[in-house]
């Protein structure tokens, strides 16, 4: 009787620690079906970083031009209809234009910016580089979206998008640093440009899961180029892209 009493028992031990390894494993896949997924988000949103570098291209420019940096944000919406197409529609700011290169009146392959010409002019000899016309506008991007439906690796996932931008010019300027003294020289010259564009917009990157929080942190390059003439007045024929980094929180 006493064996039995004691097989009885162990018996019982043996189950409730079966029953409390179940349970345990039970509760660690509830916790793991309960978490969010922004896979499965139809809807999200969220704000960007843009760092852009942007420039004027064409075979009949009115001035040279460099690339300039040009950074902007924007607000946008996604709804995805599957997991792996949807669509995107956003508003924001972004800087464009690009930098301008002047003639190097000083007559030297090497010649200096910051020297001062003959006369004691600041300026007299070349500007390259300090010079740059800077459009600052308010653009709608409307895209279409892609993402894969597996994970690259583990939370990470290959996305892109494809779409149009309009892009009203709110204001032009050309800016010229004075590297010598500290000064800026502004000038307002937003009746020689267009004040409206549509852009083409691409770009690549990846979707990461920000720790099953449904939050997105995405990473892509983008390019984009403008379709119109930059130019009014008969200056010339012009095409203003850009391409760069965004970098954006969607939840």
């Known amino acids: 009787m006493q064996r039995f009493v004691i097989v009885f028992i162990l018996l019982l031990g043996f189950a409730g620690s079966a029953s409390a390894q179940t349970m345990a494993s039970i509760k660690a896949e509830a916790a793991e079906k309960a978490k969010v997924t922004p896979w499965d988000k139809k809807f999200r949103w969220g704000g960007n970083y843009n760092m852009y570098w942007s420039t004027i291209v064409g075979d009949n420019l009115a001035k040279e031009y460099f690339t300039k940096p040009s950074i902007g944000f924007d607000f946008r919406v996604e709804y995805y209809f599957t997991k792996v197409i949807g669509v995107g ?19 030297g392959a090497f010649a200096h910016p910051w020297v001062v010409g003959n006369n004691g002019v600041q300026g007299d000899v070349d500007s390259t580089y300090l010079e740059k016309v800077r459009f600052n506008t308010i653009e709608v991007p409307l895209t279409l979206l892609l993402r894969s439906p597996k994970d690259l690796i583990k939370g990470m996932r290959p996305s892109g998008s494809i779409g149009a931008v309009y892009m009203y ?28 564009d549509v852009g083409l ?4 990157g990846f979707d990461i899961d920000v720790g099953g929080t449904g939050t997105v942190f995405q990473a892509h390059f983008v390019y984009s180029t403008g379709v119109k003439n930059v130019y009014a007045a008969g200056q010339g024929d012009g095409r203003q892209i850009a391409y760069g980094v965004r970098l954006a929180f969607l939840f």
């Open 89 to 107: 529609l956003g508003i924001g700011y972004q800087q464009r234009g690009a930098g301008i290169i002047n003639l190097d009146k000083s007559g």
């Open 169 to 196: 010019n709110i204001e032009s300027n050309d800016v010229f640093q004075a590297v010598v003294d500290g000064t800026h020289k502004d000038t307002p010259v937003t009746a020689d440009y267009f004040r409206h």
């Open 201 to 204: 917009q691409f770009s690549a």
